[in-house]
């Protein structure tokens, strides 16, 4: 832990395929997220598969806001979940697959617009049968801007933008402001 900033994937999944081992995964979790509380300074990547509630309740517990943040990947909580995440001060990775799910595109219109970042969740999600690979993030422009409302070529500009947040508070940076040897972005 000690020689990370990032953390990832980690979370709870309740869906039928890791139901049973709910109760295993939250004690896992805590472990995860206590420790980073107790190192600080981590970006968690974090997955709530059926688990929103849960999720966000173990984040506020274990997490203080100012020892580390939270990145919610393909979130498919409630309205309110994404509020209550919003002021834990969590971002949210969204991809091509779940901006074309009318509950996904909802969700993410509700977002503040600098609280999202885009990612592929490759390996898992494909395209004609092939792994989607991080240079395919990309593919999830058009539809978020049609969803944000926003023309697609001010896109990059916004995520951009968003990461520097991201990595402005947890990652160290030197006295004249750039990025420590080996924690480029």
């Known amino acids: 832990m000690g020689e990370t900033r990032y953390v990832g994937e980690v979370g709870l999944d309740a869906g039928p395929r890791h139901y049973r081992s709910l109760e295993r995964q939250r004690d896992v979790f805590a472990r995860v997220l206590q420790a980073c509380a107790q190192s600080g300074g981590k970006i968690l990547s974090i997955h709530s598969v059926r688990a929103a509630p849960a999720v966000l309740d173990m984040?506020?517990?274990?997490?203080?806001?100012?020892?580390?943040?939270?990145?919610?990947?393909?979130?498919?909580?409630?309205?309110?979940?994404?509020r209550r995440a919003v002021d834990l001060g969590c971002f949210f990775s969204v991809n091509e697959q779940m901006l074309h799910s009318p509950n996904g595109a909802k969700l993410v219109r509700s977002l503040p617009m600098n609280r999202i970042l885009t990612e592929t969740?490759?390996?898992?999600?494909?395209?004609?049968?092939?792994?989607?690979?991080?240079?395919?993030?990309?593919?999830?422009?058009?539809?978020?801007?049609a969803c944000i409302g926003k023309p697609v070529d001010e896109l990059p500009e916004l995520l951009i933008c968003n990461l520097k947040d991201l990595l402005r508070d947890k990652v160290p940076h030197d006295r004249h402001g750039s990025f420590p040897a080996g924690n480029q972005p």
């Open 59 to 82: 984040v506020e517990e274990h997490l203080p806001q100012e020892r580390g943040v939270v990145v919610l990947h393909w979130f498919t909580g409630s309205l309110a979940d994404a």
């Open 121 to 145: 969740d490759g390996p898992f999600v494909q395209n004609a049968g092939t792994p989607l690979k991080p240079i395919d993030v990309r593919r999830a422009l058009p539809a978020l801007a």
